[in-house]
């Protein structure tokens, strides 16, 4: 009957309501389409906005998706926030440890001696003493082993206890997101440094032919200043013009390389253990079938973190809440004496107490109601935090589509142009072997087309790294289930 009795009671105080408002996602203004969506676009069907696997496999790059592999391991920021996972779930299993009483236990060994004149005793902490009663004739020793138990529970009538675990494992849930975010962003700033690099590769291999094709103009010059055709200012033109084209080789070379060390420390290990061989930039940009605005809130990595942070704002003001409401606590002693240490456990020799507290703050000069207006702050802080997010959200999403677009009809435009540029070049040489142009025009077509050239092929390069931040944009390989099936074992 008082097992009954105390299961109804134990269920009684666990089904009290808790006070404080209980969460609920705020609304935001979401558009019925991108503005910058090109024409023919294609939007995901749902089923298909959810891509779980590696995203840039869709580059269909092997040496990209090599270094990719090797990303996880090493990258710093992803240590940092999986160690910061860590620590969100270590506090939510403190505030899950409310929910049980405390139980400590102490174990003491007192040895008494008794006799006519005097009694001393020793006692297992290792003090002494003595009263005096008269001469000693002698007495006895007894030996008494001693184990006592204290419990404490605070039990958690308004609910501050499951507001505050509600608020960390909404935290923590937040740390799980941060760690898709520290792994989106490592992701595309590698795939990002690595595009840039090809294009520099690129970038090379034209001014590497630059420089050649210059030498053999240099040569054709030297040998008509040779044959009398043309004067001394040709050849030092053209000299001026090859030893250009070469600083501008050597140039390049040193931004390649520091793009090749920015690619080996986003991927944790030191730029003198990387080196990425020579490869020019020869592909173009994937179709990418982009979420629809709404999806955008599920697949956003940094918009599921700040919506946790969000929920766990809100719970704290149940906690400060609380602090209006008095405390239940019970306390419950019990201990066991005997001479005899293997009967120490004999009911005979048990004793017990329980006692239970209700404690009331009546003055605290303004600290709970400034509390509460602290925490109604920082949940609304949240919850501007949140909506800034979605708005950043969908900005990075329309700036991409829209860089994505024009650089694909720039593309078009700069490669009519370097055709155009091309073979006004070769025009205008032949017309200078036949003299009937001065060098100063040759001039002028070779670095017309040396610039056509570069600028065609830096679009490609600038497509392929605005194609990796629509992907980041419209949240990767992210969905949010995942974050709601990391919080099963919390």
Known sequence: MRKVLMTAFFLFLTSCTAVGPDYVKPKVSVPL???????????A???????????????????????????????????????????????????????????????????????SGSSSFISSSGSTGTVSTGASTGG??????????????????????????????DAAQASYAQ??????????????????????????????????????FLQLTKNRYNSGVVSKSDVVQAESQLETAQSQAIANKITREQTEHAIAVQMGIPPANLSIPFAPLTAKPPAIPGA????????RPDIAAAERQMASANAQIGVAISAFFPSLTIFGNGNYT??????????????????????????????????IIAAKATYAANVAAYKQTVLSAFQEVEDNLSSLYI?????????????????????????????????????TAQNAAYTAEKTAA????????????????????????????????L
């Open 292 to 299: 629809v605005p709404t999806e955008l809130l599920e697949r």
């Open 140 to 169: 006895t020793i007894s030996t008494f082993h001693t184990v006592n138990i204290d419990a404490s529970w605070e039990i958690d009538l308004w609910g501050a206890i499951r507001r505050n675990v509600e608020s960390n494992a």
């Open 338 to 371: 005997h001479q005899n240490f293997s009967r120490w456990l004999s009911l005979p020799g048990a004793g017990w107490s329980l006692t239970g507290e209700l404690a009331q703050i009546l003055f605290d000069g303004g600290l709970r109601k400034s509390q």
């Open 458 to 489: 830096d679009i490609i390069g600038q497509e392929m790294v605005a194609a990796v931040l629509l992907i980041k944009a419209l949240g990767g390989g992210w969905d949010s289930r995942a974050m709601c099936l990391s919080a099963k074992p």
């Open 407 to 443: 650089l694909q009809k720039q593309e078009v435009v700069e490669e009519r142009a370097y055709q155009s540029a091309k073979t006004s070049l070769e025009l205008i040489t032949n017309q200078y072997k036949a003299g009937t142009v001065d060098y100063t025009t040759v001039i």
């Open 45 to 115: 069907a749902p089923k298909d906005a959810c891509d779980r696997g590696p995203w840039w496999e869709i580059f269909n790059d092997p040496y990209l998706n090599r270094l990719m592999r090797k990303l996880e391991i090493s990258n710093q920021n992803i240590a940092q926030a999986i160690a910061n996972y860590t620590n969100a779930r270590a506090l939510l299993g403190e505030a899950r440890a409310s929910y049980f009483p405390q139980i400590s236990s102490t174990v003491d060994l007192t040895r008494q001696k008794q006799g």
């Open 33 to 43: 389409k991108y503005k910058e969506a090109p024409p023919g676009f294609k939007m």
């Open 179 to 216: 760690i898709i975010v520290a792994k989106l962003s490592a992701e595309a700033s590698l795939a990002q440094f690595y595009f840039q690099l090809r294009a520099l590769d690129r970038d090379q291999q034209i001014l590497d032919d630059t420089v050649t094709s210059y030498k053999q």
